[in-house]
């Protein structure tokens, strides 16, 4: 697994150096969209794997259309942000990268997938948005902090995203938009000897791309 973020973070830190666009915390990229195009056109199964930023970038299509689907994820972006301010989100390419993390309120306690009472209350949130813009798919990673085996990080990491697959499946989001994976430790974004960076790394990523009836409508729109 790790060989496989290694190969991704490469491929991506290529496409980062050709196209000259770094993501920013919340920021416009309806203009910087038409340009990441250059980068590669995969939708949600090219974000499979690891680096959803990297991944984001390399699956914008460019041009006229993608600077119109950069419009509605500026949209849909500052809607999450509002719903849940506590989550990060990143505008990266022509998507969105949702961090639930425990700032957001949807975390997980050590060893535990199941979702508390906290965590649905503030996916609850968020899933309004989601139902808002219905012509977008959504890729939903799992990770874990370090402690335990890579084997049981790993298996712990799928069933963190499954949850929350689910949930938003229970709650009319639609599955064919859903697809989950786990990471299990491989991609810590904290430091996993604290206590803290432990719990921070305790996370599920969302991943929102545009679908191809919204790729469909925006090609039509700028034709």
């Excluded at 957001?104 to 906290?118: E, I, P, R």
Aim: aromatic share 4%; glycine share 12%.
């Amino acid at each position: 697994m790790k060989n496989t973020v290694v190969k991704y973070i490469t491929i991506f830190a290529l496409s980062f150096a050709i196209v000259g666009c770094s993501a920013v915390r919340n920021s416009n990229k309806t203009q910087k969209g038409a340009v990441v195009g250059a980068a590669g056109g995969a939708l949600i199964g090219g974000l499979i794997g690891g680096n959803l930023k990297g991944a984001l970038i390399g699956a914008a299509i460019g041009g006229a259309s993608g600077a119109v689907i950069g419009n509605v994820m500026d949209k849909q972006a500052q809607k999450i942000e509002t719903a849940v301010p506590g989550a990060e989100v990143e505008r990266v390419g022509e998507g969105i990268l949702i961090n639930f993390d425990e700032n957001s309120g949807v975390t997980f306690a050590t060893n535990k997938a199941d979702l508390t009472a906290a965590s649905k209350q503030n996916l609850d949130k968020v899933i309004k948005v989601f139902l808002e813009f219905p012509d977008t798919n959504l890729l939903v990673q799992g990770h874990t902090d370090s402690t335990g085996s890579d084997a049981y990080n790993m298996e712990l990491s799928k069933k963190r995203a499954n949850s929350v697959v689910a949930y938003l499946k229970s709650n009319g989001v639609a599955a064919n938009r859903l697809s989950m994976e786990g990471l299990g430790e491989s991609m810590p974004r904290f430091d996993n000897n604290t206590v803290e960076g432990r719990s921070k790394n305790r996370r599920v990523e969302i991943a929102v791309t545009a679908n191809q009836q919204m790729i469909e409508d925006a090609r039509a729109q700028t034709n």
